[in-house]
Structures are given as C-alpha cells and as structure tokens.
C-alpha cells in the first residue's frame, strides 16, 4: 500500500564529506521543503552549478531553489552570527534564494562554547577528537544538561538575564579550569541581539509547519549532516560527532512522527575518507591514496584539512545500512577512480582470527581489525561525460555492481563530476 506521504531521507553513509549537499541539491529541485535535522556548522556542503561554486554550512542546501522552503529543524544548533553572515553572503551571490524558516527549538551555539571546545581538545593532548572546535559538542552538553538557551527563548523579557547567568558560568569554568580568559558579556549579548534582529521573522514552530505541510501532500527532503559512521550513539566512539546523524534521528529533530518518513537513500564515496582520529581500516598510506586525494580534492571545505583516504569499504556500508536505517544509495566521485591500475574492495572484517559481521564498538578492537579485500583490474578512461550505467566502461560497472553486492543494498545512482548535470539517477 502506497503512503500518502512523498518524503525523503539523505544522510552520509560514512565518515561524512560523502557529497550530500550535492545529492540534496539535485533532489531539491523537485522538492517543496528541505529540511536540516542534526548538527551546526560543522557541516560544510560544497554545490557547483552553472560554473558556480557555492558553500552552505548550516543553511540547507535546498536554500538554491527559490520555490523550496528551507527549514533548520530543533534538532541543529546555530552560531547565529554565523548564520546570519552566511544567509547574507547567498544573497550577495545573486543566486535567487528560497525561504528560510528556523525552529524556535534549535539551541544556540554561544561564544563560550567555542572556546570550551578549543580548550578541551587542546587538553587532550595526544588523544584529540579531530573536533572542528566550532562549538557543536559543548552546546549539545549544555542541550542534555537542560542549561542551554533555544534560539525562542531571545524574545523573552529575561533572555538577558539567562545569557548572563550563563556566561558567568561558563567564564569561571573557562579561567579556573582552562586557565583561559574571560568573554566579555556585553559583546555576546549585542552580537545575539544584532543577529536577532535580522532573522526573526524566519523562527517559528518549525515542527507544527512541517506536520501540515507532510500531510497536506508536500514533497519534502530531509538533509543529513556528518554520515552515520559518526553518529554519536552508533558510530565510531569517541571519534564521533556530538548529534544522531543518521536517518533514525529525522523525526526527533525535526519534531514529527516518524510514521511521516518515507524513504532514505544514503550517499557513499566510491572510496572511503575520514577526517580527524578513530579507525580506519582501509587507510591508504601511499601514493595511490595520495593520488585519490589530489584528483578528489580531499580537504576539509571548513577546515582545510587533508582528509584521510582508504579503499571502499563495504563492511562499513553493511553496518551503516543496519544502524541507519538505509534503503538505496547513491555513489560519488567515481571518476575519481580512473586511471588506476587495481582497485580494492573491503568486504569483510576479521578480528583475532575470526570474521566479524559488525563494526567493533570499541575504537582499541577496531584498530586491531584485518580487512578482507576483493582486487579488481580498474579502468583508464575518463568517465566525466558518461549518461548512463550502460555508457561507464565494463570495470567501472563491475565496480559499482560489487559495491551493491558486497554493501547488500540497491545502487540508485552514481556520479561522475560535480555539477548537477553530472549525476545519473537510476
């Protein structure tokens, strides 16, 4: 029985970076409303268009279609300076821009918790996280603790006092314990208010809105952030993001039934990156890894940094299908593949001498685990002009279809460039 629903789910099905705002983009120019259910912006999304390159990080990537509703959900957390300058910079692009609407649930990234976040992976010494320092784990902290402040709660008549109480707090956690100085309250305050300012028409209930809008019959796109390799509960501990990444997450940040979700479709590299620590199986430590980082550009589009490069793996595309609730997915950057002479396929783990049909819940076994590899001959020609599966060279679709094989999940589709018109959808 079909639902009446017509909603849709696109999350990273790896350590992020996998190219959902490119998938997103793409699906949102069918789309009434796209929707941001989890992170901040520590989410950068690269989409080329036209001959464009433009950069969201905590706008949604629907935000390019002007007949789209963009929605950041509650479930998010918003450095709304940062908001405010990036939603001012899509303007300056000239670009027509679609609505932007902002949940008065979503919890507000406060200067305090960038510099606690700073000096708690400073304190780590040889043990960092990778964190991007951005703030996103001491607000959600703050989330879980019931002390942080939600992006509604500024109209309030004792909003000033509740910041001030809170970067008292938070300055003597900052000096006594980090050794750092202290913010300057006066500053913040009129930093939230001037950003307010410019924005508050956009915050509503973004939850009531949505639950209309689904069942009045509106095409609607939840976009992901990070991949589920990271999700807090079920990725990579402790070498994870602070939020729930995955598809299972879209309700709760977003304030709907989970009843309302349709489908989810995850989005894959044609090889594995990781930034930051934690395992990684398939690293590639040579030169075709430093190869496959060159002709992907594989740095970070916040950060800068190189990212780590490994083999596909398709152990890792099995738990992620099991833990995130994955029906289809999408592959990127095949193109990037050409030229080699041999490609690698993970397709099992094995620890201590057995095969282990799940990814480890303890970073120390993980590292300890063999990965099983399938050696096929690759291609040399260039693909970036293909139309269709039919039009890729022999090797590159047995490449694909071991990756659908090995990953037990159906391929909708793949890529072989960045622009839009570069994506085939099955």
Not at 135 to 142: M, N, V
Not at 289 to 316: K, L, M, Q
Not at 387 to 403: D, G, N, R, W
């Amino acid at each position: 029985m079909k639902t009446k629903y017509e909603t849709l789910v696109i999350v990273g099905a790896q350590w992020g970076d996998e190219g959902k705002g490119k998938m997103t983009d793409v699906f949102a120019q069918k789309s009434d409303i796209v929707v941001r259910f989890a992170g901040g912006d520590n989410a950068g999304h690269i989409i080329n268009f036209e001959g464009q390159k433009h950069k969201v990080t905590i706008v949604p990537s629907g935000i390019f279609n002007p007949k789209v509703i963009s929605i950041i959900g509650n479930g998010c957390v918003i450095n709304l300076k940062n908001l405010v300058n990036e939603y001012n910079q899509l303007k300056l692009t000239g670009v027509k821009l679609g609505k932007l609407l902002i949940s008065d649930r979503a919890h507000l990234i406060l200067p305090f918790h960038l510099e606690i976040d700073a000096a708690q992976e400073d304190k780590r010494g040889a043990d960092k996280i990778g964190t991007t320092k951005k703030g996103i784990g001491p607000t959600y902290q703050d989330k879980v603790n019931r002390s942080g402040i939600r992006i509604g709660e500024i109209k309030l008549p004792n909003f000033k006092e509740r910041l001030k109480a809170s970067v008292d707090e938070k300055n003597e956690i900052l000096t006594k314990i980090y050794n750092s100085n202290k913010l300057e309250f006066d500053k913040i305050y009129n930093e939230i208010i001037n950003s307010y300012e410019q924005i508050k028409d956009c915050i509503i209930d973004t939850g009531e809105f949505l639950d209309r809008e689904i069942n009045a019959g509106k095409k609607v796109l939840f976009e992901g952030a990070q991949g589920v390799l990271l999700d807090i509960d079920h990725g990579t501990y402790p070498f994870v993001t602070s939020s729930n990444t995955s598809a299972n997450n879209v309700a709760t940040g977003c304030g709907i039934s989970n009843k309302q979700v349709n489908k989810v479709y995850g989005v894959v590299k044609a090889y594995n990156t990781r930034v930051g620590a934690g395992a990684f199986p398939t690293e590639l430590l040579n030169e075709i890894g430093d190869g496959i980082r060159e002709r992907g550009h594989e740095y970070g589009s916040n950060t800068g940094r190189p990212r780590r490069v490994g083999w596909f793996d398709a152990a890792a595309l099995r738990y992620a299908k099991r833990v995130g609730g994955l029906d289809e997915i999408f592959v990127t950057l095949l193109d990037v593949l050409s030229g080699i002479d041999e490609l690698n396929i993970c397709v099992d783990y094995k620890l201590n001498g057995k095969i282990i049909q799940s990814v480890p819940a303890n970073n120390e076994d993980y590292l300890k685990v063999e990965p099983i590899y399938l050696t096929l001959k690759g291609w040399q020609e260039d693909i970036t002009k293909v139309k269709s599966f039919k039009e890729l060279p022999p090797k590159a679709q047995e490449y694909l279809t071991l990756i659908e094989k090995y990953g037990n999940i159906k391929l909708a589709g793949f890529s072989v460039g960045p622009d839009r018109k570069q994506t085939i959808i099955y």
